[in-house]
């Protein structure tokens, strides 16, 4: 059984969703501030599988304990917030978050993401995948530049998945939508330009000679061995 931690100081939106997650078979545990939230992160007896993470809770707010968990943590973190800008959303993915969703939300969608997210964390029984000095362990969910290790998201790992699968090949942002986030494409969604940012500088980071990821107009996205391709 997954273990689901919602962090988020609406207690009376806590207890709906967590009511509605563990009728779907899912363990649930609630907390009310960000400390609250690192805390159990902290202890393994406790440690979740997926984390739904509020933007405005009090205190250490939801971006701050964003910020501070994924120097240490790789858990999936769907981010909820009540404002619905679009900033809070391109601030939050920058952050690390793997998906995010505005508020109120729909309990039955938020369980599709919260789907969606385990599922890409389930390990793969695909061998080594490697572009250049590019390294991926789909089953370990690792991914190396020569020897460095990438510090990657769930989001990111599935993305770079995808386009070391398919490399020289343009990818629509449909295509990575699903299989990145595990949900279809919105309007004005600028979610997988987020990820492909964050992706583009962790490589450029961690060796000059890692593959480049090109924005092909109007397409999408193609991973390109170093020294070749289009701009």
């Known amino acids: 059984m997954s273990r689901i931690l919602i962090g988020d100081d609406d207690r009376e939106l806590c207890a709906l969703l967590s009511e509605y997650l563990r009728r779907e078979g899912l363990q649930v545990d609630v907390v009310h501030d960000g400390e609250a939230v690192l805390a159990q992160l902290r202890d393994q007896a406790t440690r979740p599988d997926l984390l739904i993470l509020d933007v405005m809770l009090p205190g250490r707010n939801g971006l701050d304990t964003l910020r501070e968990l994924r120097a240490q943590h790789r858990l999936p973190v769907i981010m909820l917030s009540g404002r619905g800008e679009p900033v809070d959303r391109v601030v939050g993915l920058e952050l690390g978050a793997d998906d995010y969703l505005s508020k109120p939300c729909l309990p039955r969608e938020l369980l599709a993401r919260v789907r969606a997210q385990l599922r890409r964390h389930t390990v793969e029984s695909v061998g080594v995948l490697t572009a250049g000095v590019l390294r991926?362990?789909?089953?370990?969910?690792?991914?190396?530049?020569?020897?460095?290790?990438?510090?990657?998201?769930?989001?990111?790992?599935?993305?770079?998945?995808?386009?070391?699968?398919?490399?020289?090949?343009?990818?629509?942002?449909?295509?990575?939508?699903?299989?990145?986030?595990?949900?279809?494409?919105?309007?004005?969604?600028?979610?997988?330009?987020?990820?492909?940012?964050?992706?583009?500088?962790?490589?450029?980071?961690?060796?000059?000679?890692?593959?480049?990821?090109?924005?092909?107009?109007?397409?999408?996205?193609?991973?390109?061995?170093?020294?070749g391709g289009q701009a």
């Open 136 to 227: 991926l362990l789909p089953g370990e969910r690792r991914a190396y530049a020569g020897e460095q290790e990438l510090n990657l998201t769930g989001a990111e790992f599935a993305l770079l998945l995808m386009l070391v699968q398919r490399a020289g090949e343009v990818i629509d942002k449909t295509s990575l939508t699903r299989v990145a986030l595990g949900r279809e494409l919105e309007r004005f969604d600028r979610s997988i330009d987020v990820h492909v940012s964050r992706l583009r500088h962790k490589l450029a980071e961690a060796s000059p000679q890692s593959p480049r990821i090109d924005s092909i107009r109007g397409a999408g996205y193609v991973l390109l061995s170093n020294g």
